[in-house]
């Protein structure tokens, strides 16, 4: 599916680039694994080639598919609700583990709302970090453009 050189997303990490394939021998049988570099901090992931979809590594979104992003960061008709927030932040996880950029959205523009009502536990904040984060990097991977200018984006949406 992946080649040398391809960017991908890899689920609650981020955008990285496939530096190699490798072919290792586990358990008396040979396995290929794609070896992957997390653009954001230089860490290593080996992915099993046959477990793609299973952990959900997938390309990046197309150009074309960033105004649809971006009308989910816009829509401001929804009920953030009263729950504690250990339960939201689990949800919240859930949603940023499935690697799916729509759902890292909401979470973040749900995360920016909830925080005009109240102050936001120490994880939320560390969250509404990361899906800002992970949006960027893949965004402006998409649209070709500097990271600085999705951050002005971003913060545009949301003034």
Known sequence: MFKIGDLAVYPAHGVGVIERIETK????????????????????????????????????????????????????????????????????????????????????????????EKDLSFGERKMLDTARNLLVKEISLAKNVEEEQIREDLDRIFS
């Open 25 to 116: 021998e586990i358990s008396g049988s040979s396995q290929d694994f794609y070896v992957m570099r997390i653009l954001e901090n230089d860490m290593i992931i080996m992915i099993p080639t046959q477990n793609v979809d299973s952990v959900g590594l997938r390309e990046i979104i197309e150009q074309s598919e960033v105004p649809k992003l971006y009308s989910v960061l816009k829509k401001r008709d929804i009920v953030v609700d009263n729950q504690t927030w250990n339960r939201r932040y689990r949800e919240y996880m859930e949603k940023i583990k499935t690697g799916s950029v729509f759902e890292v959205a909401e979470v973040y523009r749900d995360l920016l709302m909830l925080k005009l």
